[in-house]
């Protein structure tokens, strides 16, 4: 404890020091007093105050003090009267006026007159029948009698200089006034009070010696070699910052920049295809039969617009459909169905990125080590780690002895690079034998989630294309990656633009190359 309170005491501001002293020798000191006897001005006073609050060394305790009094139509009313009031002197006499003739008989402006009517009948002085004013029994009681109202009207006419407090028979009355509009002028006025805290009045037992101490250093205290005999104040390195958002990217774009930048040190190169696609590169040419489930109308976007897309090369297509038909010379017997040109032709939103690797592969030779980023479509209902509009980063390798090794290895290096731990799974795609799923635990949800699907082209995806090397594939969701990243439960959260999470996100956690 008296360490830090020595420490405390080191990192004290000479003004704050000065605050301490004056309250120590009288605690009712106000923030005036202790400018006037420090020679500090009151905002340097009540900035050491505020400094010394937010150390819990004092305690600042804040009082506004109203002032009323009245303003010029205010104080015309205490002289000659409210509206009201002399329209009930008019009927004291007449007992009762046309409307028409309100304003002239009572000597009031034509504007007044609707409030006079509004406080005759709130304070039950008057009634109005059929457009003439009459007076009540009340109202005649009050003739000769002034309402609580004028009352407080009254005493602030004789007390010009303002009124703190009314008594409590005024208090009606006042309450009355201020529902009034420019009859009363109210003056606040702040007060501050210090007092000791504990920690404050233990900073002063120890006691300390007010010293002017540097808090920088100047040209002259380096010219003049004052430097040396200067006391220092510590800094307080613990103490809050403002803090400050600066602009920054969108986390899903630096896990993106992330990915690229891996891969282009991996020596991949990026290629890009189009978000809309023909059935053909997205389904056929992966060796997915027409009737796959995948191709349902309720997991795949259709399109109407364009409504079909171009085949590409005709031997190609005559080969992905007798492939499709009996396995060709692949070595398998195919779906054995009868393959249709228009369903290869329909357009669709690309469901996956591994189109993108088939087109590739039919328009390179090997060696091949190809990556691409980009935005995937599916039917999918919204939950917490799935959306219908998301990111997947589509991997290829082709070479001359690439095996299935290589396709692990290489994926534990990527998400070893961007700081993950995965499993890997068995698993089953249509186009890829062996194929693996990545998988990474949850601790939340205390359970494994899928991070992107793997393996190897099976030769009915490879032989039309005209390769005869092996190839190794992947294709892996980046959403999920920035959800454990960011520790994020529910992927949407990504897409919400919630302001306050995205400014306290850090910048980047940064790539281990
Ligand atoms: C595929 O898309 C395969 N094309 C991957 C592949 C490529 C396998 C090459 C073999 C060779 P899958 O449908 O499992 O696989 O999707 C891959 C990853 O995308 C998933 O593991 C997941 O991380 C992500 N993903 C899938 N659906 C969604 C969704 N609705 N919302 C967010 N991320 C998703």
Request: a negative charge; hydrophobic letters at 35%.
């Amino acid at each position: 404890m008296s360490e830090d309170i020595k420490k405390t005491i080191s990192e004290l501001h000479i003004y704050e020091k000065k605050l301490l002293k004056e309250l120590e020798s009288n605690p009712d000191v106000t923030p005036e007093q202790i400018a006037e006897n420090t020679g500090m001005n009151i905002k340097s006073v009540m900035s050491a105050a505020g400094s010394l609050a937010s150390k819990e060394i004092i305690e600042v305790d804040k009082k506004v003090q109203e002032t009323y009094s009245l303003t010029d139509d205010g104080m015309e009313y205490a002289e000659h009267g409210l509206p009201e009031r002399k329209i009930l002197e008019v009927l004291a006499d007449k007992k009762e006026i046309p409307m028409k003739d309100l304003a002239s008989e009572a000597g009031i402006d034509k504007k007044e007159t609707g409030i006079a009517l509004g406080w005759l009948r709130q304070k039950n002085w008057a009634q109005i029948d059929k457009g003439v004013i009459n007076i009540t029994d009340i109202g005649k009681e009050f003739v000769d009698k002034a309402g609580v109202d004028e009352k407080v009207l009254d005493y602030l006419k004789l007390n010009a200089d303002g009124v703190k407090l009314f008594t409590d028979d005024l208090r009606d009355g006042f309450k009355k006034l201020t529902g009034r509009k420019n009859i009363l002028n109210i003056k606040k006025e702040t007060s501050h009070s210090f007092k000791l805290l504990p920690k404050g009045e233990a900073i002063l037992k120890v006691g300390f010696e007010i010293k002017q101490q540097a808090t920088q250093l100047t040209h002259e205290h380096l010219k003049e070699g004052e430097w040396k005999s200067l006391e220092y104040r510590p800094y307080d390195i613990n103490a809050e910052a403002p803090v400050i958002f600066a602009g920054k990217k969108h986390p899903l774009r630096i896990i993106i920049d992330e990915i690229r930048e891996i891969f282009l040190n991996m020596g991949f190169s990026e290629d890009n295809g189009e978000f809309v696609e023909s059935a053909f590169w997205n389904f056929d040419s992966l060796f997915q039969p027409q009737d796959h489930a995948a191709r349902e109308m309720q997991d795949t976007f259709y399109l109407k617009n364009p409504l079909t897309c171009d085949l590409p090369d005709m031997d190609l297509v005559k080969l992905t459909a007798e492939t499709h038909e009996t396995g060709a010379d692949t070595g398998s017997i195919g779906w054995q169905y009868d393959w249709s040109e228009d369903i290869a032709r329909q357009s669709v939103l690309r469901t996956h990125t591994t189109g993108i690797s088939t087109k590739h592969l039919f328009e390179h030779e090997p060696p091949i080590k190809m990556f691409s980023v980009g935005r995937v479509f599916r039917r999918e209902t919204f939950d917490y780690k799935h959306l219908p509009e998301f990111h997947q980063v589509e991997g290829l390798v082709c070479d001359e002895g690439i095996s299935y090794q290589n396709l692990l290895g290489t994926l534990k290096e990527f998400y070893k690079k961007l700081g993950f731990e995965v499993r890997f799974r068995p698993a089953y795609f249509p186009y890829t034998y062996l194929s693996t799923e990545t998988e990474i635990y949850l601790e939340e949800k205390e359970s494994w989630i899928e991070l992107g699907g793997a393996g190897m082209f099976r030769p009915e995806v490879l032989k039309p294309l005209g390769i005869n090397q092996p190839a190794l594939a992947f294709g892996l969701g980046i959403e999920r990656l920035a959800m454990i990243r960011y520790d994020v439960e529910d992927i949407r959260m990504l897409y919400k633009s919630d302001i306050k999470w995205l400014r306290e996100l850090p910048i980047s956690k940064g790539v281990q190359l």
